[in-house]
């Protein structure tokens, strides 16, 4: 089964979610809880499946920044 260039790039960001809360075991966010939330939306919805790629980058970025050490 071929991954279309958006479903390559949410498993990416799920990637790199995992990897994040690895480095830093106090945070306990799950990605896997954020990215359930999320299931339910279409795989046609485009527009809704990139405002939540751009939204997932952004907190990505927020929680890899070392200043922070825990969030809730």
């Given at each position: 089964?071929?991954?279309?260039?958006?479903?390559k790039?949410?498993l990416?960001?799920?990637?790199?979610?995992?990897?994040e809360?690895?480095?830093?075991?106090?945070?306990?966010?799950?990605?896997?809880?954020?990215?359930?939330?999320?299931?339910?939306?279409?795989?046609?919805?485009?527009?809704?499946?990139?405002?939540?790629?751009?939204?997932?980058?952004?907190?990505?970025?927020?929680?890899?920044?070392?200043?922070?050490r825990?969030?809730?």
């Amino acid at each position: 089964m071929r991954l279309s260039g958006l479903q390559k790039e949410v498993l990416s960001l799920y990637r790199h979610c995992l990897r994040e809360t690895r480095k830093k075991p106090q945070v306990q966010l799950s990605p896997r809880s954020e990215f359930e939330k999320s299931i339910k939306i279409d795989k046609r919805d485009f527009a809704a499946i990139e405002f939540l790629l751009r939204k997932g980058r952004r907190q990505l970025e927020l929680y890899s920044s070392p200043g922070i050490r825990d969030i809730h």
